[in-house]
């Protein structure tokens, strides 16, 4: 029977059965009824009660709840079994085939109670195949983890202004290099502020001398496999004016490799988009501004305050404008070494006061009660 502790509220007919039988042994070895139901731990009462529906044949539980003049008809079941069968792959869910029944004028009944039809009968929908989980595609190996080596960049929106700001931004140092705030978002403005980046921080010479080579190749073909070609990777993701052969073109042209984060997936660029976050943020009257001019003249006063005041979080506590100079080791090093200067400090001073501590503060419960006698004389 697989029952090892007292009789479970409801059984099977086939485990009642089996107890049954146990009752009928007993009483013939001249046990009583009572007293072999308490041993078996089934209870007086319910015994009786199981031999009189044995005799009746009605061992097998009745469904619960009795019967609700509400309930469905079998014929109503039926409906929803076949309406089950006929459309489950297509509305997969006990909601929509409940209206479908209703759509379909075959059956009326509330979702609920399509569930429980279901349920009743083992009837379960077949789930979707869930999409498999794509990883992030990794930057080249020829990249190096340092400034100007790998920049990001990315186009926000200022409603109020009725303009979007598309911002460059050095993923190694977070300095904010260069942006442009405009009515358009287009590969023009990609490429406006590209070059203005590349002037800024003086990589335009490379990249002339990158299109002036001695061997005559053009580096404006994408098509061409040189790997000494990139001045640096820019990365973003998959908006219209990154993708546009007109960007790709100017990409190649001053040599500057690209590489693009999953479709819809913005973690993939959580650098810049984390930028934009912290922007609007700290400084929300930007998000109030509604004159174009003076937007741009905010943001070239916040793009000063970011890289050179502002102590970034992500390149160890200092300023954007430290690390991309190389001087944000420098610091940090620095503030270990003070950090533990202080230290020193404090523990040589507190062991030279130690003894006139020990004088001021006694120790021991009788120190203590000639301290009090003669602090209270």
């Known amino acids: 029977m697989g029952i090892d502790r007292r009789v479970p509220r409801r059984v099977d007919a086939a485990t009642k059965t089996a107890l049954l039988e146990l009752l009928d042994r ?16 089934l209870g007086r009462v319910r015994a009786h009660r199981w031999m009189l529906r044995a005799g009746l044949g009605e061992l097998v539980d ?51 109670t399509m569930r429980r039809v279901l349920s009743l009968h083992d009837k ?16 080249p190996e020829w990249v190096e983890y340092r400034p100007n080596a790998i920049w990001i960049y990315d186009t926000t929106h200022f409603t109020a202004a009725g303009v979007a700001a598309t911002v460059v931004e050095d993923l190694v140092s977070r300095k904010w ?47 061409v496999d040189d790997e000494h070609r990139p001045i640096l990777l820019a990365v973003s993701d998959n908006g219209p004016q990154m993708t546009s052969g007109s960007t790709r073109e100017f990409m190649a042209l001053h040599a500057i490799a690209v ?7 913005p973690t993939d660029q959580a650098w810049i988009e984390t930028f934009f976050g912290h922007l609007k943020a700290e400084f929300p009257h930007l998000l109030k501004i509604t004159e174009p001019a003076v937007l741009r003249a905010e943001l070239d006063h916040r793009q000063v305050h970011w890289n050179t005041v502002r102590l970034h979080t992500g390149v160890g506590y200092v300023t954007p404008d ?8 420098r610091i940090r090093k620095d503030r270990e070494a003070g950090l533990e200067r202080a230290r020193q400090t404090r523990l040589a001073h507190h062991r030279a006061n130690r003894q006139h501590d020990q004088q001021q503060h006694p120790e021991g419960p009788r120190d203590v009660v000639q301290y009090n006698a003669i602090l209270y004389r």
């Open 322 to 329: 430290d690390e991309h100079s190389g001087r944000g080791e």
């Open 259 to 265: 590489h693009f984060g999953r479709p819809g997936t």
């Open 26 to 41: 007993a009483f013939e070895q001249g046990w009583s009824v009572s007293a072999a139901a308490v041993v078996l731990d």
């Open 124 to 139: 379960h929908f077949r789930p979707l195949p869930r999409p498999g989980r794509s990883h992030r595609r990794p930057f």
């Open 177 to 223: 290099i260069a942006h442009i705030v405009s009515g358009e978002e287009t590969s023009t403005q990609v490429q406006l502020v590209f070059t203005d980046a590349l002037e800024l921080e003086g990589l335009m010479d490379a990249v002339l001398a990158r299109i002036d080579r001695p061997d005559g190749r053009t580096v404006a073909d994408p098509t």
């Open 62 to 112: 009745r469904r619960p709840g009795g019967s609700p003049v509400h309930g469905l008809l079998l014929a109503e079941e039926a409906q929803i079994l076949a309406v089950f069968e006929q459309w489950a792959e297509v509305d997969r869910s006990h909601r929509k085939l409940a209206h479908r029944g209703s759509y379909l004028h075959r059956f009326w009944a509330s979702p609920s």
